[in-house]
């Protein structure tokens, strides 16, 4: 309970709800918003307002786009046989910025976990093998993180996809990266995945 008023208390719950702000993160971006009203506040609650109501998940891959196909999946250069597998979207974005994949992708929603009770049905793997046959693919790139989830995932969907390539990304030492800073995991990765010159 703050001294705000009820709207502003109730915005502040609201944003205390997003990933990486707690209840005092939230509190100063919603001061912050209320204090530039004009060039903030109320341009962010339009925008928020405009992608509310238009934005949707693509009905092939899982991507955000404003249609039932994102463009991605509707861009016929990119059908060349590859599916590339990430967890979630940022991770699909993160991928397109680099402009290095130019296949199609496929939204997994999450990693399997014992833990929390996610398994197969609980994630997009279902559509992914169904993906599999109909589009003629080829190759399947498991873009997974380098976590025991993550690695327990791609496991599962090697085991489970058949009549298709499966590879990984390379994991290990990043570029710029000095061995020194890095943890045992990291390196132990870097030297399995070892390539010529």
């Given amino acids: ?18 990933p990486g702000l707690g209840p005092r993160s939230a509190r100063r971006a919603v001061l912050h918003l209320v204090k530039r009203r004009g060039t903030l506040l109320l341009p962010l609650a339009d925008a928020m307002r405009e992608v509310g109501t238009t934005a949707r998940e693509c009905v092939s891959c899982g991507n955000i786009g404003h249609h039932d196909l994102c463009a991605v999946c509707e861009d016929e250069r990119r059908r060349n046989g590859q599916i590339c597998v ?35 049905e609980e994630l997009r793997i279902p559509q992914l093998s169904r993906r599999v046959k109909d589009e003629e693919v080829t190759e399947v790139i498991l873009a997974l993180g ?7 995932t ?22 710029g990266g000095e061995l020194d800073y890095l943890d045992e995991g990291t390196i132990g990765a870097a030297l399995r995945a070892r390539r010529s010159l």
């Fill in 154 to 175: 791609a496991h599962y969907i090697a085991d489970h996809l058949k009549g298709v390539t499966v590879t990984t990304l390379a994991q290990g030492v990043p570029m």
């Fill in 146 to 152: 380098a976590t025991v989830d993550g690695q327990t």
């Fill in 86 to 120: 990430v967890e979630d979207v940022e991770d699909l974005w993160a991928m397109e910025r680099t402009g290095a994949f130019k296949g199609r992708y496929h939204v997994l929603g999450g990693t399997l976990s014992a833990l929390d009770s996610v398994g197969p």
């Fill in 1 to 18: 309970m703050t001294d705000a008023p009820a709207d502003i208390d109730a915005l502040i719950a609201l944003m205390a709800r997003l």
